[in-house]
T-cell receptor, first 115, second 118 residues
Framework: GAVVSQHPSRVICKSGTSVKIECRSLDFQATTMFWYRQFPKQSLMLMATSNEGSKATYEQGVEKDKFLINHASLTLSTLTVTSAHPEDSSFYIC???????????FGQGTRLTVV | AQTVTQSQPEMSVQEAETVTLSCTYDTSENNYYLFWYKQPPSRQMILVIRQEAYKQQNATENRFSVNFQKAAKSFSLKISDSQLGDTAMYFCAFMNANSGGGADGLTFGKGTHLIIQP
């Protein structure tokens, strides 16, 4: 089946620094990828849609200048958390839609801790 | 915009029992997909079952089945012969169906923490 790989799985960074998270589709091409955020004991909230060859679209309330998304190729999307603060600490998950199959393939997620 | 509601924050049943998780949703769309995802402690999202809104027949996958009531906007998950490995968070999710076959993001409910007791 389709595999989405997300790295790193865990990252700790200092407040004020930037962190990049990668999401790769390993055996299929993804013109679209999605980025979600999950706080402890809460649900996944869609942050933004990453589009290959065009700008990402952000959900209401998500700061596009803080959460930079780059869809560099048909198999790679990156999320950069800029000038991270402790309140950005969360679990970030990416997904890619199936090819002609209505489902989402999820990465393993990244636990970000900002200290 | 659509909303997904899961009214059971936590449920606990004995191993081998049957358990039903509830989910309701609200949408003005007519064509969409509904999903149940399982999130174990590893936090990897695992697809449990999918239902196409245009299908009247309820989806089944081995021990997992759904009761899809489109008019009532209800989509419950039944787990039969529950196993210890079923312990996890379960999320109900909604996806609009577009011309591309469903390349929209998912809207999730708040989740139900299911605990299977030995």
């Amino acid at each position: 089946g389709a595999v989405v790989s997300q790295h790193p799985s865990r990252v700790i960074c200092k407040s004020g620094t930037s962190v990049k998270i990668e999401c790769r589709s390993l055996d299929f091409q993804a013109t679209t990828m999605f980025w979600y955020r999950q706080f402890p004991k809460q649900s996944l909230m869609l942050m933004a849609t990453s589009n290959e060859g065009s700008k990402a679209t952000y959900e209401q309330g998500v700061e596009k200048d803080k959460f930079l998304i780059n869809h560099a190729s048909l198999t790679l999307s990156t999320l950069t958390v800029t000038s991270a603060h402790p309140e950005d600490s969360s679990f970030y998950i990416c997904s890619a839609p199936g090819q002609g199959v209505p489902r989402a393939f999820f990465g393993q997620g990244t636990r970000l801790t900002v200290v | 915009a659509q909303t997904v509601t899961q009214s059971q924050p936590e449920m606990s049943v004995q191993e081998a029992e049957t358990v039903t998780l509830s989910c309701t949703y609200d949408t003005s769309e007519n064509n969409y997909y509904l999903f149940w995802y399982k999130q174990p402690p590893s936090r990897q999202m695992i697809l449990v079952i999918r239902q196409e809104a245009y299908k009247q027949q309820n989806a089944t996958e081995n021990r997992f089945s759904v009761n899809f009531q489109k008019a009532a906007k209800s989509f419950s998950l039944k787990i039969s012969d529950s196993q210890l490995g079923d312990t996890a968070m379960y999320f109900c999710a909604f996806m609009n169906a577009n011309s591309g076959g469903g390349a929209d993001g998912l809207t999730f409910g708040k989740g139900t923490h299911l605990i299977i007791q030995p």
